[in-house]
């Protein structure tokens, strides 16, 4: 059975930064790309980052650009999320998606549990 | 950025019911467009990916078509268990970009 378990979240203050993880199992995790995905409360959702199997490729929405960084240890068969200068628009539960593809984002499964992330003073 | 419009953004119906939500994108995505649930506390879920195809294990009353700009995801025989909020997503270009929802209510 695929499994994605995430860690990490938290209530932040602004300009603080934190690494959410995502710990799978069930499948080859070097040959699927990696997403992350979040949703605000009570919002929709909004795409935040991919990264390839191999962690060569990473790509990130505008919003996230330059102050989240996406990675993975394909030894340890797990995603991270640094995120960096955080601000109150960052609120948001956070998921991790397993990708069909291995290079860039299609389509998204399974999700991990998600975390929520709370950025205030 | 490619645009997703869905309508309605929500929606009352009874059980038994055809159920049908609108994808617009704002150009052509080809048939890059998959669908999610999402039920309540919950992290989404795919039903169906490439406009059409049902990802496995998914019931056969949920069904998509489309391509190009204008999709239809429908569910045929509403049940109780369908209430969740649905979301289109396109992956033709980056930023992948979802649609705002579509909250399903059973009346």
């Known amino acids: 059975e695929v499994q994605l378990v995430q860690s990490g979240g938290g209530l932040l203050p602004p300009g603080g930064s934190l690494r959410l993880s995502c710990a799978t199992s069930g499948f080859t995790f070097s040959s699927y790309a990696i997403n992350w995905v979040r949703q605000a409360p009570g919002k929709g959702l909004e795409w935040v980052s991919t990264?390839?199997?191999?962690?060569?490729?990473?790509y990130y929405a505008d919003s996230v650009k330059g102050r989240f960084t996406i990675s993975r240890d394909n030894s340890k068969n797990t995603l991270y999320l640094q995120m960096n200068s955080l601000r109150a628009e960052d609120t948001a539960v956070y998921y991790c998606a397993k990708d069909t593809n291995i290079l860039v984002a299609s389509w998204f499964d399974p999700w991990g549990q998600g975390t929520l992330v709370t950025v205030s003073s | 950025d490619i645009q997703m419009t869905q309508s309605p953004s929500s929606l009352s119906a009874s059980v038994g019911d055809r159920v049908t939500i609108t994808c617009q994108a704002s150009?052509?995505?080809?048939?890059?467009l998959n669908w999610y649930q999402q039920k309540p506390g919950k992290a989404p879920k795919l039903l169906i990916y490439?406009?059409?195809n049902l990802e496995t294990g998914v019931p056969s009353r949920f069904s998509g078509s489309g391509s190009g700009t204008d999709f239809t995801f429908t569910i045929n025989s509403l049940q109780p268990e369908d209430i969740a909020t649905y979301y289109c997503?396109?992956?033709?270009?980056?930023?992948?970009?979802f649609g705002q929802g579509t909250r399903l209510e059973i009346k």
């Open positions: 150009q052509d995505i080809s048939n890059y």
């Open positions: 490439d406009a059409s």
């Open positions: 990264i390839s199997g191999s962690g060569d490729t990473t």
């Open positions: 997503q396109q992956y033709d270009h980056l930023p992948i970009t």
